[in-house]
């Protein structure tokens, strides 16, 4: 079983409820979180009521989805043509 998650001390704030939508060749939403925990362990708080996350690895402010996915998107349908 995996340890306590680093900056977490009760139970209750780890059963936040929280809900996540991928969007297709998009970001993936998330709704009702107060903070995000990266892969790196850095938290980062946020007041926002949605929030999205940068799944393409291009974003320059990751972990955020600035757009930038809709270019490789456009990008990649170009190249199949
Ligand atoms: S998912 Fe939008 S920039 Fe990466």
Redesign the pocket.
């Known amino acids: 079983m995996p340890g306590p998650i680093p900056g977490y001390s009760t139970a209750m704030e780890i059963t936040r409820r929280c809900q996540i939508e991928v969007v297709p060749g998009?970001?993936v939403l998330v709704r009702g979180a107060t903070e995000i925990l990266d892969a790196q362990g850095d938290v980062h708080p946020t007041t926002r009521p949605v929030v999205?996350l940068?799944?393409?690895?291009?974003?320059q402010r990751k972990p955020w989805?600035?757009?930038?996915?809709?270019v490789a998107v456009a990008t990649r349908a170009k190249i199949a043509r």
């Not at 940068?54 to 974003?59: K, M, R, T």
């Not at 989805?65 to 809709?70: I, L, P, V, W, Y």
């Open positions: 998009g970001p999205a940068c799944v393409c690895e291009l974003s989805c600035d757009g930038t996915h809709k």
